[in-house]
């Protein structure tokens, strides 16, 4: 069946960046319409869709991030990544990767999520 | 943006009995999904669209609702169901937009 497996550093300092991949597996990346995305929930808090994209590289974002936040694809590793620029505290979360299924988009499919922590 | 209102915070329910969510948009949602999240876990998908369930979904899940009300329901309640449920809305254009969550815990 189709997984989803975040990687990435767990500890990130203070103004640097932060970078995630999510490896999908068990199908093809640009099988389907279907989007790809992230989300991100602060320790004992809700959760914030940050943006997605389409093996294309067509992206959107949440506006709220989207001044520090790009989506990347590599389609030969079934791969898409996040880089969130200029971190502080406030971007210390678990991070989801998520499948995201186009038109009117929901999050069928979830990979288990990473723990990032920023801190010097 | 829309903003999704959940409530109440936290439901406190018996196993058997029935628990009845809400969520409300600030503005008409074309979509509305919910989410099970338990304690060190992501979230998964339960309803789609309003009220379909998501593969795998037991009946006693159902969602309703239109516009800017919407709810769900877990007709008796089962000891797995205890967890936070967030609903999430989607209009016309980015962003996909949760509410703050229920917990649902035991009575």
């Known amino acids: 069946q189709v997984q989803l497996q975040e990687s990435g550093p767990g500890l990130v300092k203070p103004s640097q960046t932060l970078s995630l991949t999510c490896t999908v597996s068990?199908?093809?990346?640009?099988?389907?319409?279907?989007?790809w995305s992230w989300i991100r929930q602060p320790p004992g808090k809700g959760l914030e869709w940050i943006g997605y994209i389409f093996h294309s590289g067509n992206t959107d974002y949440n506006s709220s991030l989207k001044s520090r936040v790009s989506l990347s694809v590599d389609r030969s590793k079934d791969q898409f990544s996040l880089k969130v620029n200029s971190v502080t505290v406030a971007d210390t979360a678990v991070y989801y990767c998520a499948r995201t299924v186009f038109g009117v988009p929901y999050l069928d499919l979830w990979g288990q999520g990473t723990l990032v922590t920023v801190s010097s | 943006e829309i903003v999704m209102t959940q409530s109440p915070a936290t439901l406190s329910v018996s196993p058997g009995e029935r628990a009845t969510l809400s969520c409300r948009a600030s503005q008409r949602v074309i979509n509305l999904a919910w989410y099970q999240q338990k304690p060190g876990q992501a979230p998964r998908l339960l309803i789609h669209g309003t009220s379909t369930r998501a593969t795998g979904i037991p009946a006693r899940f159902s969602g309703s609702g239109s516009g800017t009300e919407f709810s769900l329901t877990i007709s008796s309640l089962q000891s797995e169901d205890f967890a936070v449920y967030y609903c999430?809305?989607?209009?016309?254009?980015?962003?996909?937009?949760f509410g703050g969550g229920t917990k649902v815990e035991l009575k």
């Open positions: 999430q809305g989607y209009n016309n254009g980015p962003p996909l937009t």
């Open positions: 068990g199908d093809s990346i640009t099988s389907g319409t279907y989007f």
